[in-house]
């Protein structure tokens, strides 16, 4: 009868692991795909590289200059990194998924100030993200909220 109940109880705990995997896993990738930014004028694809994840701009609402060429980052501080276009540019960088359901350690890039941030983003609900940049600690920062494309 013991033994019963101790086969019941691994079944049970194999059962509960396995599909809380699944569970944890759409959880760690709601974030994938592609996020109009608060300000409506770019969209942001969220990608899986490694066991991080990072994000580049792949529409722009003006793609073009006055000039008619391609948008580049002209606001960037490094004077070297302003020729490179802005239809494509990396965004985030470094993020990881926590067990609170939040995706931290990362940074953001402003391309409107030339400067990076580090970053906590969470998941608002699967078609909301809260991107929180900062200095030094999250408490002193800005949030955005970013809609699923």
Known sequence: MNQNRNLFLVILLFLTINTSLPAQEAARNVILGNWLVQDRDAIVNIYESGD???GKIVWLKTPLNK?????KDTNNVDK????????GLAILHGFAYTKDGSWENGTVYDPKNGKTYSCRITAVNK???EIRGYIGIALMGRTEIWNRK
Do not use: D, S
């Not at 070297?80 to 239809?87: N, Q, T």
């Open 80 to 87: 070297i990194l302003r020729k490179r276009p802005a239809l």
């Open 67 to 71: 000039q008619g060429t391609p948008m």
């Open 127 to 129: 078609n909301q993200l």
């Open 52 to 54: 991080r994840f990072e």
